[in-house]
């Protein structure tokens, strides 16, 4: 993909909301007010997240509910 490392791995909208533990629809309004930026998928320009991205995120997340 796209900017990631050879060997990076990426998360599908549901995949990521399922490991974050919110719905879809919330990661596209973060993506939307830039909260989260997605990489696109080369040929049919789906959203992917970068595997460290949303476990760092998942740290900020958990991080603010303690």
């Known amino acids: 993909?796209?900017?990631?490392?050879?060997?990076?791995?990426?998360?599908?909208?549901g995949e990521a909301?399922?490991?974050?533990g919110v719905t879809?629809?919330?990661l596209r309004n973060w993506?939307?007010?830039g909260k989260l930026t997605?990489?696109?998928h080369p040929m049919n320009g789906y959203r992917?997240?970068?595997?460290?991205?949303?476990k760092a995120l998942?740290?900020?997340i958990?991080?603010?509910k303690s």
Do not use: C, Q, W
């Open 58 to 60: 998942k740290n900020v």
């Open 1 to 13: 993909m796209e900017d990631g490392g050879p060997s990076e791995r990426f998360l599908t909208v």
């Open 31 to 33: 993506d939307k007010t």
């Open 48 to 54: 992917l997240y970068a595997e460290t991205d949303i």
């Open 38 to 40: 997605p990489h696109r």
């Open 62 to 64: 958990y991080s603010k």
């Open 17 to 20: 909301a399922a490991y974050l």
């Open 24 to 26: 879809a629809t919330t």
